[in-house]
Antibody
Framework: QVQLVESGGGVVQPGRSLRLSCVASGFTLSSHAMHWVRQAPGKGLEWVTLISYDGNNKYYADSVRGRFTISRENSRNSLYLQMNSLRGEDTGVYFC?????????????WGKGTTVTVSS | QSVVTQPPSASGTPGQRVTISCSGSNSNIGTNHVHWYRQLPGTAPKLLIYGDNQRPSGVPDRFSGSKPGTSASLAISGLRSEDEADYFCAVWDDSLRVVVFGGGTKLTVL
C-alpha cells in the first residue's frame, strides 16, 4: 500500500526551529520528486517546496526561501523539511506529497499531515 | 491574492452539472498543465484531474477537466451529496518558478 506518514510537528516559539519528517512506504521513493504543501487553519493550500528525485534540484515558495530547507534520504525512504526562524504565519498542517513521474509538479499521493503551531 | 483565481463558492443540486473555473496567465495556465484536487473537511487533498484533463485511476468519469487558453475548468456531472468539498486548482508558474494553488472553491450540494 502506497503511503506517506509525516511526523515532527508540534508547538514552537517564534524564531525557533523544527524538523519535519515524511516516511514513504509501498513505492520506491528514489523514483519520485517530492513536495511539501501546507495549510493554515481555515485557509487554502499553499505549496512550500519541491525536491527532485535525486535531490539535485530544489524549489521554494518566496515565503519560506532562506528559512526552510528540503532534503531527502532515499536509502531511508525519508523526506525532510528543516524549518528555521519560524513565524506565526508558518502555523498550519504540513503535508508531504509524492510527485507523478511524468509530471513532477503534480502531487498524486498525500500524507495525512502534521501540525505545526508557532506561538509564544 | 493568489496568482491563480478561483470563485470562492459554487453550488448545485443532486444530478446537476457544475463547473469550477481557474483563471491564470500566460506564465502558468497558458503554458503548463493544470491539476485539480479535492479536499474533504479534516482530510488530506486528493488528486482529481492532472495534465489538464486526465483522471487518475479510481476517479469516476463524472469528473472532467478542460483548459481553453489561460483559464481551466473542472466539471462535475451527476452531482452527489458526497461531492461537497473544497476544490483547488494548481499549476506551475514559469516566471515565479513555483507551484501556485488557486484559493479554492467550496462546493455545496443543495
Amino acid at each position: 500500500q502506497v503511503q506517506l506518514v509525516e511526523s515532527g510537528g508540534g508547538v514552537v516559539q517564534p524564531g525557533r526551529s523544527l524538523r519535519l519528517s515524511c516516511v514513504a512506504s509501498g513505492f520506491t521513493l528514489s523514483s519520485h520528486a517530492m513536495h511539501w504543501v501546507r495549510q493554515a487553519p481555515g485557509k487554502g493550500l499553499e505549496w512550500v517546496t519541491l525536491i527532485s528525485y535525486d535531490g539535485n534540484n530544489k524549489y521554494y515558495a518566496d515565503s519560506v526561501r532562506g528559512r526552510f530547507t528540503i532534503s531527502r534520504e532515499n536509502s531511508r525512504n525519508s523526506l525532510y523539511l528543516q524549518m528555521n526562524s519560524l513565524r506565526g504565519e508558518d502555523t498550519g498542517v504540513y503535508f508531504c506529497a509524492r510527485a507523478l513521474k511524468e509530471n513532477t509538479k503534480t502531487m498524486d499521493v498525500w500524507g495525512k499531515g502534521t501540525t505545526v503551531t508557532v506561538s509564544s | 491574492q493568489s496568482v491563480v483565481t478561483q470563485p470562492p463558492s459554487a453550488s448545485g443540486t443532486p444530478g446537476q452539472r457544475v463547473t469550477i473555473s481557474c483563471s491564470g496567465s500566460n506564465s502558468n495556465i497558458g503554458t503548463n498543465h493544470v491539476h485539480w484536487y479535492r479536499q474533504l473537511p479534516g482530510t488530506a487533498p486528493k488528486l482529481l484531474i492532472y495534465g489538464d484533463n486526465q483522471r487518475p485511476s479510481g476517479v469516476p468519469d463524472r469528473f472532467s477537466g478542460s483548459k481553453p487558453g489561460t483559464s481551466a475548468s473542472l466539471a462535475i456531472s451527476g452531482l452527489r451529496s458526497e461531492d461537497e468539498a473544497d476544490y483547488f486548482c494548481a499549476v506551475w508558474d514559469d516566471s515565479l518558478r513555483v507551484v501556485v494553488f488557486g484559493g479554492g472553491t467550496k462546493l455545496t450540494v443543495l
